[in-house]
């Protein structure tokens, strides 16, 4: 292999290592980021219940919040929910909601670019006999980084979830406008544990993922390079 064949076989490695990563772990947000998962958790017995909505208001203001999130609504699609006349969130509330808004479409383009460049460094690994077994050689380091990755950040958020909350928000959020009383309606709708079950959720899915994919794409390097070496 000659040299600018081997550095571009590194670099396509170097960005599948990175990427994939990236591509397993959000997405996951396809999942928990749906009006089933909403559902699946107000219908756990042990689920905090809202004190400012019955079932039925608490699910419909939940999922609406949610269609804002996914849709191209603007804020004014917030201002006009209502509940027995009143609007529902307040300035502040509203403020984060447009903060997480952003904060979701990052998170879904960054996912899309991550899939797009994992699939051009398989293609150019993939087109050489040669680089063919490094493909799934770098495949299994990436699901690698993801699991050892979510193992390091899980036991931080397992022994301190609050601590690992309000690093994440201290990250993504400018200011303290994700900060709200209990009885705020965001609180109502989407209280602490709601949170913590979508961070396991995400992590243990991805963990899934990478165990998985992991395992498979060692089995099939060790079994090419078993091949070459006949």
């Known amino acids: ?11 396509a490695g170097l960005v599948l290592l990175l990427c994939l990563p990236l591509a397993l772990l959000l ?5 928990v980021a749906t009006p089933l998962f909403i559902r699946t958790e107000y219908a756990r017995a042990s689920f905090p219940r809202a004190q400012l909505f019955d079932d039925d208001e608490r699910l419909s203001l939940a999922e609406a919040t949610l269609h804002y999130l996914r849709s191209g609504e603007d804020l004014e699609y ?6 027995q006349g009143q609007q529902v969130y307040n300035q502040r509330e509203i403020q984060h909601l447009v903060d997480v808004k952003a904060v979701m479409n990052a998170a879904f383009a960054v ?5 797009l460049l994992c699939l051009a460094a398989l293609l150019w690994l993939w087109r050489r006999k040669d680089t063919r077994s490094s493909a799934w050689q770098w495949f299994y380091r990436g699901c690698l980084l993801l699991f050892v990755s979510l193992l390091t950040v899980g036991v931080v958020a397992y022994f301190s979830f609050d601590v690992f909350f309000v690093f994440f928000h201290r990250v993504f959020f400018s200011g303290d406008t994700w900060l709200f009383a209990y009885t705020d309606t965001l ?12 961070t396991w959720t995400l992590a243990l899915l991805a963990v899934g993922e990478s165990v998985l ?11 090419q390079i078993g091949r070459a070496g006949k």
């Open 1 to 11: 292999m000659t040299t600018e064949r081997s550095n571009g076989a590194r670099v």
């Open 27 to 31: 997405a996951n947000l396809y999942v």
């Open 78 to 83: 917030l201002r006009d929910l209502r509940s």
């Open 111 to 115: 996912q899309a670019v991550a899939v």
């Open 187 to 198: 609180i109502q709708l989407f209280p602490v544990q709601f949170w913590m079950d979508a």
């Open 213 to 223: 994919l992991g395992a498979l794409s060692w089995l099939v390097y060790r079994r």
